[in-house]
């Protein structure tokens, strides 16, 4: 393709992002039609919208993934689309209050509570949606599993009271918020993209110093992530080190510490065991 041929392609995509056209390949649309086959699918779409897509669909051919993947033993699989997502969603969206009912960790159930939602969010450790809530009874802020709610149904809240209660939400979230400063060690640097997809799934920023070509990532992480944040770290081994962070840096060092300790005494058995 030569330069002039790629300008006209340029400015055709161009047009259609802004016309909010987007072009799809005949692999994607087949993809998408077997893809609609699957159960979660009614979960991830109103009828109507399903209804529509496999209608536009009909004329292609599905994909036959069955002599290019094959799936394996495993464990169990878990609902990764939730029927409440959609529901949630469009409330969030809404600034509605909410009652709910819902379980908690001991099998206790909790009844008629009331609040506001305020955030959805995915799990990548134990790979369950959780619902952010307000409390209103106690000025709390809840984090429940959609799997353990048993009845949800929205409530009317005056405008200034959900405002007032998003306001204390964000306050504490910002509360619970910690950065680390995690530094690409120099001879990595063309690994970029790959250390970045490591930590594709947390909010993050990246700074570049171009005097001493060093990539220094900023992740935002909350107490309870930083648990999956260490093993993240820990798969990247020597490509990255913590330079930020008191607490995954005294993680890191007792675990490197132990694995050290582990592999010497390892070394020393062998010798002795070669010199007798």
Do not use: C
């Amino acid at each position: 393709m030569n330069l002039f041929e790629k300008l006209f392609s340029h400015q055709i995509i161009s047009r259609l992002e802004h016309s909010g056209t987007m072009m799809i390949t005949s692999h994607e649309r087949a993809w998408l039609k077997t893809m609609l086959e699957h159960p979660a699918a009614k979960n991830a779409f109103t009828p109507e919208t399903l209804m529509k897509l496999q209608e536009i669909l009909e004329p292609e051919q599905a994909m036959d993934i069955s002599l290019h993947l094959i799936q394996k033993a495993g464990s169990v699989e878990r609902q990764v689309v939730h029927p409440l997502l959609r529901p949630l969603r469009r409330l969030i969206m809404n600034k509605s209050g909410i009652r709910l009912s819902y379980t908690v960790k001991n099998g206790e159930a909790r009844t008629d509570h009331h609040g506001i939602p305020y955030k959805l969010e995915y799990s990548m450790v134990k790979r369950e949606w959780y619902l952010l809530w307000y409390r209103s009874r106690n000025r709390a802020l809840m984090s429940t599993r959609l799997a353990k709610i048993h009845e949800l149904t929205e409530e009317a809240v005056p405008p200034a009271a959900v405002e007032a209660m998003r306001k204390r939400m964000g306050t504490l979230l910002d509360s619970r918020k910690n950065q680390v400063l995690i530094e690409v060690v120099q001879l990595y640097n063309e690994e970029l993209s790959r250390i970045l997809y490591a930590f594709s799934s947390f909010e993050k920023q990246v700074e570049y110093d171009a005097e001493q070509d060093i990539y220094r990532i900023r992740v935002v992480v909350f107490g309870d992530e930083a648990e999956y944040l260490l093993s993240k770290i820990r798969f990247l081994g020597k490509r990255v080190r913590v330079i930020e962070g008191d607490y995954l840096k005294k993680r890191m060092l007792e675990a490197a510490t132990k694995a050290l300790a582990r592999y010497q005494a390892t070394e020393t058995e062998s010798h002795e065991e070669i010199s007798s």
